[in-house]
């Protein structure tokens, strides 16, 4: 069991940037990956940014330049600092993480949703043009 608690969101301008937060119960030296999907109205969800514990992180080619995702110290904090957000970019955001110590869950890039079995409560992530 992984308990994810998000902070973050909200409305912002086209080209406005914002930082969401992710505290799991797990660190990511169990995990071995943890990020972040989203879906937004009439679309499939999709990973955005996953960080690794091999430091490979990855990024979505639509958010590519512009989303960097970072841990704390204790590896159990995920913060994707969003920038030049887009229109298209607004969507509920949702941490992810695997079953801990379970690493087969972390080898696809991006890990499947199947492999991202736990999941926050989520976060509005507006972005007006």
């Known amino acids: 069991q992984v308990r994810l608690v998000e902070s973050g969101g909200g409305s912002v301008q086209a080209g406005g940037s914002l930082r969401l937060s992710c505290t799991a119960s797990?660190?990511?030296?169990?995990?071995?990956?943890m990020g972040w999907i989203r879906q937004a109205p009439g679309k499939e969800r999709e990973a955005v940014a996953i960080?690794?514990?091999?430091?490979?992180?990855y990024y979505a080619d639509s958010v590519k330049g512009r989303f960097t995702i970072a841990q704390n110290d204790a590896k159990n904090t995920v913060y994707p600092q969003m920038n030049s957000l887009k229109p298209e970019d607004t969507a509920m955001y949702y941490c992810?993480?695997?079953?801990?110590?379970?690493?087969?869950?972390?080898?696809?890039?991006?890990?499947?949703?199947?492999?991202?079995?736990?999941r926050g409560q989520g976060t509005q992530v507006t972005v007006s043009s």
């Open positions: 992810a993480a695997p079953t801990p110590l379970d690493i087969g869950r972390c080898r696809r890039r991006p890990p499947s949703l199947f492999d991202l079995n736990f």
């Open positions: 960080i690794y514990l091999s430091g490979d992180n």
């Open positions: 797990e660190s990511l030296d169990t995990t071995n990956c």
